[in-house]
């Protein structure tokens, strides 16, 4: 699963946001992808959708300190956590 969703980080960052994902330990923010805070949030909306997950606020201001890697596992948390509460 974690590739898969490594996968479509990245071609959301290419095909959507038109920037050069790197890989899955590129940083999202500066220094990386550099993508900008409302790049960070159309990026968030597009894993919202896909995943049917929900990133808290917090987890929002601290997404541009993230790797691709590093977003792929908290959206995976996400999706176990769902599942464990969805039985």
């Known amino acids: 699963m974690r590739v898969e969703i490594v996968a ?46 929900k990133f808290s606020e917090d987890e929002l201001d601290t997404l541009g300190g993230l790797t691709i890697g590093g977003l792929a596992d908290l959206v995976e948390e996400k999706i176990s956590a769902a599942a464990g509460g969805a039985r």
Not at 32 to 40: M, R
């Open 8 to 53: 479509y980080i990245a071609q959301v960052i290419e095909k959507v946001l038109n920037e050069s994902p790197g890989d899955e330990s590129t940083l999202l923010g500066q220094g990386g992808v550099d993508l900008d805070s409302l790049s960070l949030l159309e990026l968030t909306v597009h894993i919202e959708r896909q995943y049917h997950v």
